[in-house]
């Protein structure tokens, strides 16, 4: 089972928001005296239930946050127009990421984001988005036996199969 979890997703996220602004991105905790405008990702959810006999479904539920620049009661027009600009911009920066390095079959794993809304309060952008995923057991043991061929025998030649 390729060994994925929420600090696989958030940095995903964070490497995608890192591509398209330039600002601090914060994934463990917002501290006091931040610099705006700046990114906060936080795991609401998770969740995991098995689906089969070795396979496994994941979901995971985020809230990015994100604070504007400037201070809403000197320009709350262009602070609104920054906020829905963002806003407007995470439904596509934030619709795929890649879980961190993986490949499988050449190519590299990614997260479809769904159940994508917004809202604001006290000036803040509060961007939901689920990743949901599936995951498969490995077999245990070895992944297959020799094989012997051997020659077919002499009453069998000329035989068609």
Known sequence: ????NENVLINGIAAKLEAQYDCEIHATALRQGFEAPCFFIELIS??????????????HS?????????VFDEDAEAFNQEI?????????????IQVNDHIVNGRPIRCTG????????DGVLHFFVDYNYHLIEERPGPK??????????????????
Not at 46 to 59: D, N
């Open 1 to 4: 089972m390729v060994a994925t």
């Open 46 to 59: 998770g969740s995991g239930r098995r689906i089969g006999f070795r396979r496994h479904e994941r979901r």
């Open 62 to 70: 985020f809230c990015i946050h994100y604070f504007p620049k400037g």
């Open 84 to 96: 829905y600009t963002v806003a407007d911009e995470l439904y596509q920066v934030l619709e795929y």
């Open 114 to 121: 769904s159940n994508m809304h917004h809202d604001t309060s």
């Open 144 to 161: 297959m036996e020799s094989l012997a061929h051997t020659a077919l025998p002499a009453s069998m030649k000329g035989v068609q199969v």
